[in-house]
């Protein structure tokens, strides 16, 4: 187990415990809400350290291959879950992300099985790097006139980017569906 397969592991291991923080309770508001946040930015940090630290080092394993894609979408997923819960964002936004995510990363694994590794493009760094924002805006003003204008507008510029992106990654990879 080395070093960037650890740190695929640790966000694995956060999502529970951001969940806890957000939705389960255990500590009084905003406290809760702020300690969720620190864990989802150390979650988010693993996403962008792990995949570095990998190919600078030449750390590259199958256990990476296979796990990193599907933890880097859970801290995202979890945080929009549990926004629907916490009646934060509308159940069709969390939707058509997460059916992007699903669709990308199955597409993903299929490639890899067939031993083709389909790197992230622009609009998925792009994508995933307004995703985060929102969810850290939301974490930070779940109501107010911040939400109401900066929050709703990282929704919609979430939803636009998660289709733009998928759009792009499909038509760009189309060939590997081809040859399925």
């Given at each position: 187990?080395?070093?960037?397969?650890?740190?695929?592991?640790?966000?694995?291991?956060?999502?529970?415990?951001?969940?806890?923080?957000?939705?389960?309770?255990?500590?009084?508001?905003?406290?809760?809400?702020?300690?969720?946040?620190?864990?989802?930015?150390?979650?988010?940090?693993?996403?962008?350290?792990?995949?570095?630290?990998?190919?600078?080092?030449?750390l590259i394993t199958n256990f990476g291959k296979?796990?990193?894609?599907l933890a880097d979408k859970r801290p995202v997923?979890?945080?929009?879950?549990?926004?629907?819960?916490?009646?934060?964002?509308?159940?069709?936004?969390?939707?058509?992300?997460?059916?992007?995510?699903?669709?990308?990363?199955?597409?993903?694994?299929?490639?890899?099985?067939?031993?083709?590794?389909?790197?992230?493009?622009?609009?998925?760094?792009?994508?995933?790097?307004?995703?985060?924002?929102?969810?850290?805006?939301?974490?930070?003003?779940?109501?107010?006139?911040?939400?109401?204008?900066?929050?709703?507008?990282?929704?919609?510029?979430?939803?636009?980017?998660?289709?733009?992106?998928?759009?792009?990654?499909?038509?760009?990879?189309?060939?590997?569906?081809?040859?399925?």
């Open positions: 187990m080395n070093l960037p397969n650890k740190l695929t592991m640790l966000r694995i291991i956060l999502i529970p415990v951001f969940l806890i923080f957000l939705i389960g309770g255990v500590c009084p508001e905003p406290y809760g809400r702020i300690i969720a946040l620190i864990i989802f930015i150390v979650a988010s940090l693993t996403d962008m350290l792990d995949g570095k630290i990998a190919r600078a080092r030449g296979f796990m990193d894609p997923s979890a945080a929009l879950i549990a926004f629907v819960q916490l009646n934060l964002i509308p159940a069709w936004v969390v939707i058509a992300i997460i059916s992007r995510e699903f669709i990308i990363t199955g597409f993903r694994l299929i490639a890899v099985e067939n031993g083709i590794v389909l790197a992230a493009g622009w609009w998925g760094k792009v994508k995933t790097t307004v995703q985060m924002i929102m969810i850290a805006v939301i974490l930070i003003w779940p109501a107010g006139p911040v939400y109401n204008i900066l929050g709703r507008l990282l929704i919609l510029l979430a939803i636009i980017f998660t289709a733009v992106s998928g759009i792009e990654y499909i038509s760009k990879n189309r060939g590997i569906i081809n040859d399925m």
